[in-house]
């Protein structure tokens, strides 16, 4: 926990600094996959956002890769995350669209 007055001191790759509001400093790691994911996305790179998805197996990235398929109008990508959460009323509508 950092508390309510945290302020973000660092961000370096996966490590963030946080300064409590105490003046206490806290590190903790963060996942370097959504900005990759990200990254890809933009570049629409959709095969290799979907390579680093099924490397990753998280749920998280697989929901966050759906959102960002669907807002992309790549509906055979967000079939597939949707799909790995089990997300299947979501895959049936996609396959209706389709």
Same mark, same amino acid.
């Given at each position: 926990? +950092? @508390? %309510?007055?945290?302020? $973000?001191?660092? +961000? !370096?790759?996966?490590?963030? $600094? !946080?300064?409590?509001?105490? @003046?206490?400093? =806290?590190?903790? &790691?963060? &996942?370097?996959?959504?900005?990759?994911?990200?990254?890809? =996305?933009?570049?629409? %790179? *959709?095969?290799?956002?979907? %390579?680093?998805?099924? +490397? !990753?197996?998280?749920?998280? =990235? *697989?929901?966050?890769?759906?959102?960002?398929?669907?807002?992309?109008? /790549?509906? #055979?990508?967000? #079939? =597939?995350?949707?799909?790995? $959460?089990?997300?299947?009323?979501? !895959?049936?509508?996609? /396959?209706?669209? %389709?």
């Amino acid at each position: 926990d +950092f @508390g %309510k007055s945290a302020v $973000i001191d660092q +961000f !370096v790759d996966a490590r963030v $600094i !946080v300064r409590r509001g105490d @003046g206490s400093l =806290v590190t903790a &790691s963060v &996942s370097p996959y959504p900005a990759l994911l990200h990254s890809y =996305v933009l570049a629409r %790179k *959709w095969d290799d956002a979907l %390579k680093l998805a099924r +490397f !990753v197996k998280e749920d998280l =990235v *697989w929901a966050v890769l759906a959102g960002m398929a669907t807002a992309g109008r /790549n509906l #055979e990508t967000a #079939e =597939v995350a949707y799909a790995a $959460i089990n997300e299947t009323d979501k !895959v049936h509508y996609i /396959n209706k669209i %389709k």
